[in-house]
């Protein structure tokens, strides 16, 4: 039997999501067909909605539904340090902590030359302008820490140098609750030169 043309497309645009492979695209396309009436329209008009009302803050790059984003609007946030992430939901992860409080600059991706991504496809330029005129005294490089995480962060840190501002990486190593035999050589390397004094 062959699928009909709309549960194909609908299972079409499921696999578009990260990470959802065609099976698990079948799955969700099947079980909108089992909703109800009202929760497949609510479904349909939730992401209608987010198309329509999110965009980036034209700051810092954070989604927001006004103007500015809560935080770039927040009075009480630290606003001479600047966190920089890759995407917006690395802050999200940060404010989960809630034991950072300043402010966050959002690149939209990391610098890859594997997929043809260069220094000017990111947000770095708007960066070094509100490092310049918004009194940053600290920037916190807080991308992944992968090979194009680790080329973003040092291509910052290169254009930042000089300016003295202080940039700092995150620290990386072993999570808690780790056991060393199964840690790599490359997170053992890295526990090893973040150690500090107890």
Known sequence: ???LASISALIDSFAKLP???VKSAERMAYAVLAMREEDAKQFA???EDVKAKV????VCGLFTEGEKCDICLDPTRDRATLCVVSEAKDALSIEKMNSYHGLYHVLGGSISASRGIGADDLSIDPLLARVKGEGIKEVILAT???IDGETT???IAKLLEGTGITVTRLGYGLPMGSSLDYADSLTLSKAFEGRKKI
Not at 55 to 58: I, L, T
């Open 1 to 3: 039997m062959r699928e």
């Open 19 to 21: 990470g959802v492979g």
């Open 45 to 47: 008009h939730a992401l």
């Open 55 to 58: 965009h980036k803050c034209p």
């Open 144 to 146: 992944n820490p992968t």
């Open 153 to 155: 962060a040092l291509f």
